[in-house]
């Protein structure tokens, strides 16, 4: 089996695949879907050119640019997409930390195979934008099975990287939002809170329909360290030798008061959060979460 196929997990797709992500927007374009629309009625219209990228359904080619430019474009039209989804995908060097044989990093990949996996089998688009302290890759949000396969393959080749920037890719994405649509942000969100916050609050401000998956280890929640420890430093921190017993306290006050004070914002600017831990099973974490959704969402 290739190595990327392996983030389907069969056991997460068996249950998600029967739900609905329901965006709580009503999204504009118009394809026969489970999403409400604002128009009825409307044909398809040739809207764009835009530059290919791999997965792109080559039905959609302009040969005629092609041979005036020998350049390939892929022609977009108003009702090619129900739902356009960007997922920003943390690959900072603190997502490679892991207590057991999986890390943040591969269990977010999991998490984002999953969801790609949903938003293509709803013929919604979905892009993928891979971060730490700046934009790493970014592939544009489309709707073909040979696309989800282009996503599969990057989420496979990831390795984490330096510190995290959650603003640098806010801002770049807030330039890239057209029209209203789905965010979901998959990170441990180890930045400062004061960008995070001004992060989610630019999304909000486009009118984004906004899901915060917060991946955390246990270790990283819970603290369990009880002899004197080595703790290697990521993200430009330095290594320290600690009684943990010590500090642990402390320690947990800060982390309990770093996720209250993310998840009391996201409550207060109608966005979902949620704090997932690596020792979870991905498939009850991940269909209770969109099940709780979609009950909430449903038109």
Known sequence: MQDYLKYLDPQVLNKITRL????????????????????????????????????????HLDWKVFGRSDRLYVKQY??????????????????????TDVSKLEYAKYIAASLSY????????????????????????????????????QLAK??????????????????????????????????????????????????????VFHILDDYEINFPFEKLSRFKGL????????DPISLKQGYLNTVQGFISAIRNSCQTKQIDYSLIATNQKLDVVLSAYLSRRSARYVR
Not at 49 to 57: A, C, I, K, L
Not at 80 to 93: K, R, V
Not at 172 to 198: A, F, M
């Open 78 to 99: 108003h009702q090619e997409t129900n739902l356009i989804c960007y997922i920003l995908f943390d690959t900072s060097e603190s997502m490679a930390y892991g207590s």
């Open 158 to 211: 990831v390795n984490a990287g330096k510190r995290t920037d959650f603003k640098t890719v806010s801002d770049y994405i807030t330039q890239k939002l057209e029209r209203k649509g789905l965010v979901i942000i998959i990170s441990d969100l180890l930045d400062e809170s004061h960008n995070i916050l001004e992060g989610l609050n630019k999304l909000k401000a486009r009118s984004q329909d906004i899901i």
């Open 235 to 242: 993200e430009d921190l330095p290594e320290m030798t600690v």
């Open 20 to 59: 609905d992500l329901k965006a709580r927007l009503i999204v504009e374009g118009y394809i026969a879907g489970m999403h409400q629309s604002p128009y009825r009625g409307v044909s398809v219209e040739f809207a764009a050119h835009r530059e290919y990228v791999p997965g792109d359904d080559l039905r």
């Open 118 to 153: 949903l938003m293509v089998q709803q013929q919604d688009a979905v892009g993928l934008v891979l971060f730490d302290e700046a934009i790493r890759e970014i592939i544009p949000p489309y709707s073909s099975q040979g696309h989800l396969q282009t996503i599969l393959q």
